[in-house]
């Protein structure tokens, strides 16, 4: 048998093959992904870090056939469930309790038939005492003294997550001051200060613009030369 004789049996074989395949064998599944009926998804959700903790924000969707939303993460091996509030425009949930890291959620909606929206996903990171160990109270340059008054300058501060720092005096009538000096501040005045008392302070952070959780250093004692 020649090559042109097996490619004509090899074509004659595969046509039989083919009449003998139901119809739908090829595209069984796309009919069943058809049928299926969807129900809207969240598109606007941001996320809301914190210590060990985090909260999940959206805007309800306009599918007014929604009665919840499930979040899961952890390879959906953990999840929390929101009933829809339909007098509110905006849904939550708060998740405490995590360790710190990075964790991917995935935010499905539901009808109370079952049918459920495609998955939103989003990105989030928890924090803890990894990144408190990370902080460092602003430092002081040095300090002078002139007519009563207390002028303090401080080193320029680099850190990005730095919000201010808390500084915390004894004024003259022996009451305890707090001001708040941001980060871009390099001179601190204080006009009513007790000189003879040393002055305390710590600094504020917060780990990502959208944060639950402030974080603050412990507080240094600094005494006035």
Not at 25 to 36: F, I, P, S, T
Not at 109 to 121: A, F, H, I, Q, V
Request: charge should be negative; glycine fraction near 4%.
């Amino acid at each position: 048998m020649n090559i042109k004789s097996i490619t004509i049996c090899f074509v004659i074989v595969l046509y039989g093959l083919i009449g003998c395949t139901p119809m739908d064998y090829y595209y069984k599944d796309l009919v069943e992904l058809g049928d299926r009926i969807y129900v809207g998804k969240l598109n606007n959700i941001r996320a809301y870090v914190g210590y060990e903790r985090l909260k999940l924000e959206w805007d309800h969707p306009s599918d007014p056939s929604i009665t919840k939303v499930v979040v899961y993460w952890n390879d959906r091996s953990d999840s929390v469930v929101y009933l829809m509030d339909k007098t509110e425009d905006v849904g939550a949930v708060l998740i405490e309790g995590l360790s710190e890291e990075q964790y991917v959620f995935n935010a499905i909606t539901y009808d109370e038939k079952g049918n459920r929206s495609l998955p939103t996903e989003i990105t989030a990171r928890a924090y803890g005492e990894m990144f408190q160990q990370t902080l460092r109270n602003r430092v002081i340059e040095s300090t002078s003294v002139s007519s009563g008054s207390v002028t303090i300058n401080w080193y320029e501060e680099f850190s990005e997550t730095m919000l201010h720092t808390e500084l915390r005096y004894t004024d003259i009538n022996g009451n305890i001051q707090e001001i708040s000096i941001p980060k871009d501040s390099e001179q601190t005045v204080i006009n009513d200060i007790d000189m003879d008392i040393p002055i305390s302070y710590r600094s504020v952070f917060i780990p990502e613009p959208l944060a639950l959780d402030q974080f603050y250093t412990e507080f240094d004692q600094y005494e006035i030369p």
